[in-house]
Each structure stands twice: as structure tokens, then as C-alpha cells.
């Protein structure tokens, strides 16, 4: 469904693009946002949810597309930030990722809630970017989601990465430079979906960022350990073990 064609279907007059500053999101925001242009009475916001445990200079990135596009973006923080519920509540995992909800999607609601309806949500979601939607989600553009009383558009949902990647080039757009580093946008480092190696060059590049989960697991009351991959336990504080980027620039030059 085209973006035009929802919108005057579902009668929207609230329209919010999410944007983590991923691939994604900045490809479904682009598109969506420039196919509307020319339509009347029709708010039109792009949201960034600050997860408060993202990488430096990500909100940067941003902010600057934001304002080489024009887009009225507007910063969304959670009620408590994720350090705080870390402390109390452990590390989240695949299997207990209570950081969605608590840092995502609870802000992003009520923000929502208060706009006028009919309300939409624009998501950059793709069914072949995770596996696990191959085998359950079912192939439809526009779903409901009661709790903020909008509805929810996917309008890439069947795009694949190539097409992606196609329309990047095709329309000069300025990729997240995180994705160099990590090959994700780094908005949430919440340890759930994060690799390992992926880890390391966190240490790596942004050592003060990291410090802050050794600190966060010193506070475990039971020596639990920050990150939980394959199975294994996983201490933040063996990362410290290697160089930060500075320093082996350092040992390289000596």
C-alpha cells in the first residue's frame, strides 16, 4: 500500500515516522515523507526515542538528517533511564528483553496518544531483515495497535536489502556512520541482540561508553555478569583486558 493510499484510506491526520537511525528507518522515512509532501491537513513528526544507552553520536546523526531533510523531529526519552532499571532489574536478554517496552515503546505511546486522530505509526520494519518474521508475521502493511490507539504502517515490509541499498544510492541519502563500526545504527546497546565482537569494538572506539556497563556490573548484588551470549556469561569488566583505539594507535606509533 502505497503511502498516499493509506493515509487517505485510514483518513490519517497524525503521521509519525520512527527513526533509530538505522537503514531502515531512514529509508521508510524518506520515502513516506516525500510521497506526502503535497498532502493537506496532515501533521507530520519523526520521532527518535533517546534509549539512554545508545552510542555517542547517534542522537548527532540524527539531528543533522533532520535538518538536511526539514523533518520535525522530536526526541523521546523514557521515564527511567537504562541504567537505573539495569541495576534493579538485571541485564536484559533475547529471551527477557524488558528494555523495549520500558525504553522504547512506552514513551513512543504516549506520545502518540496525544496527537490527533486518526493516528499512524510509521515503522521500518522488513520481513527479511529477521528471520523470526519470515515464519510468523503475517504479510500486512497496516496493523492496529490498541494501546496507543493508532494504526501501524509498514510500508517496506516486503522490501529486501538490495532495495534498500538501491534507494540509498538513488536518492544521495547519508547512511548512520555507526554501521561502518558495528554494522547496526546503535541506538539501544542493551546487550541483547549485541555480539560479541561487536562488543569488542564498543570497547574499543567508545571506552567511556563502555565503562559504564563494568560500573553497572559491579552493582549486581549476585556477581551477575552484563552480557549473556550463546549461552556463556559474559563479564564486561574482561573487555578492559584489550587496547581502546587510542591506545594501540599509541603502541602502533611508539
Not at 503535497?38 to 527518535?48: A, F, G, I, N, T
Not at 496525544?114 to 519470515?134: F, T
Not at 538501491?166 to 547512511?175: A, D, G, H, P, T
Not at 563494568?214 to 551470549?229: G, P
Amino acid at each position: 500500500m502505497e503511502p498516499k493510499e493509506f493515509v487517505k484510506e485510514y483518513s490519517i491526520k497524525s503521521l509519525v515516522s520512527c527513526f533509530s537511525g538505522g537503514k531502515d528507518s531512514l529509508v521508510t522515512t524518506h520515502y513516506v515523507l516525500r510521497n506526502l509532501e503535497d498532502v493537506e491537513d496532515l501533521d507530520r513528526y519523526v520521532v527518535h526515542v533517546d534509549t539512554s544507552v545508545s552510542l555517542p553520536g547517534v542522537q548527532d546523526y540524527v539531528k543533522e538528517i533532520c535538518d538536511v531533510h526539514g523533518w520535525n523531529l522530536v526526541i523521546l526519552k523514557p521515564k527511567v533511564d537504562f541504567w537505573t532499571l539495569a541495576e534493579k532489574w538485571g541485564m536484559p536478554s533475547f529471551r527477557r528483553r524488558w528494555c523495549c517496552y520500558h525504553l522504547k515503546l512506552e514513551p513512543l505511546r504516549e506520545f502518540i496518544k496525544g496527537l490527533r486522530p486518526q493516528r499512524a505509526e510509521v515503522l521500518g520494519l522488513r520481513i527479511s531483515e529477521n528471520p523470526r518474521r519470515r515464519s510468523r508475521l503475517v504479510r500486512r502493511f497496516v496493523l492496529r495497535d490498541k494501546q496507543a490507539s493508532a494504526w501501524l504502517y509498514s510500508p517496506l515490509l516486503e522490501w529486501t536489502d538490495k532495495q534498500v541499498y538501491q534507494y540509498i544510492r538513488k536518492e544521495k541519502l547519508s547512511l548512520n556512520p555507526i554501521y561502518s563500526l558495528i554494522g547496526k545504527s546503535g541506538e539501544c546497546i542493551c546487550g541483547a541482540f549485541t555480539t560479541k565482537k561487536q562488543l569488542e569494538i564498543i570497547r574499543g572506539n567508545f571506552p567511556d561508553f563502555f565503562q559504564q556497563f563494568v560500573d553497572l556490573e559491579k552493582q549486581f548484588r549476585s556477581k551477575a555478569t552484563a552480557f549473556y551470549k550463546s549461552g556463556k556469561c559474559l563479564r564486561a569488566e574482561d573487555f578492559l583486558k584489550q587496547k581502546t583505539l587510542s591506545e594501540a594507535c599509541e603502541a602502533h606509533d611508539s
